[in-house]
């Protein structure tokens, strides 16, 4: 079945850096992709879509300043937590939807920021 | 009145017993329904999709009231494997889209 990943699986970083996550679908071709991030004990939340070729949309409430996606290809997508802070601990989930409305999710990336 | 509401549980059952779970969501233009699982700190694999006719796959069988707004998973003879996170997730339109989760309701079978 279709595969996306994610890398890397796990950061520790200190506050004030920033941390770039990549995904990627690695059989198949996404035009689009989606960033969720989730708290403990709590739902997945959408952050935006990725766009290859265009701007990212983000939902309200997400700055775009401070998570910058970029979609380089049609199989990649890249978030980057820019002056990460302890609030942006989280663990971040990327999706890309293959054929209708079936999406594939990637492993996640735990981010701990110190 | 949340977008997709479940209860948290957990639901702890023996194996062997039959559970069921049950989430309601607010959009009634709602057009796809789906039912994942979520393991402690990994991401959500798709379990089912709902139809509205309900629908079986193996042990798991889902059904969908859209006139009530409701959705249902049930589980018989349940395995220790089952032991998850059940998120309930709706998409508002047809064609991929947004997904919206419900926080997923807790699952532990015990021997």
């Known amino acids: 079945g279709a595969v996306v990943s994610q890398h890397p699986s796990r950061v520790i970083c200190k506050s004030g850096t920033s941390v770039k996550i990549e995904c990627r679908s690695l059989d198949f071709q996404a035009t689009t992709m989606f960033w969720y991030r989730q708290f403990p004990k709590q739902s997945l939340m959408l952050m935006a879509t990725s766009n290859e070729g265009s701007k990212a949309t983000y939902e309200q409430g997400v700055e775009k300043d401070k998570f910058l996606i970029n979609h380089a290809s049609l199989t990649l997508s890249t978030l980057t937590v820019t002056s990460a802070h302890p609030e942006d601990s989280s663990f971040y989930i990327c999706?890309?939807?293959?054929?209708?409305?079936?999406?594939?999710f990637g492993p996640g990336t735990r981010l701990t920021v110190l | 009145r949340k977008e997709v509401e479940q209860d948290p549980g957990p639901f702890n059952v023996p194996e062997g017993a039959t559970v069921a779970f049950n989430c309601t969501y607010s959009?009634?233009?709602?057009?796809?329904f789906f039912w994942y699982r979520q393991d402690c700190r990994k991401e959500p694999k798709l379990l089912m999709s709902?139809?509205?006719s309900g629908n079986e796959d193996g042990r798991f069988t889902a059904q969908l009231n859209r006139a009530s707004q409701y959705i249902s998973l049930l589980i018989r003879d349940s395995k220790l494997s089952d032991s998850a996170t059940y998120l309930c997730?709706?998409?508002?339109?047809?064609?991929?889209?947004?997904?919206?989760f419900g926080k997923g309701t807790m699952l532990l079978v015990s021997p």
């Open positions: 709902v139809y509205s």
């Open positions: 959009n009634s233009a709602s057009q796809s």
């Open positions: 999706s890309a939807p293959q054929l209708t409305d079936t999406q594939y």
């Open positions: 997730v709706v998409n508002p339109l047809n064609g991929y889209s947004t997904l919206t």
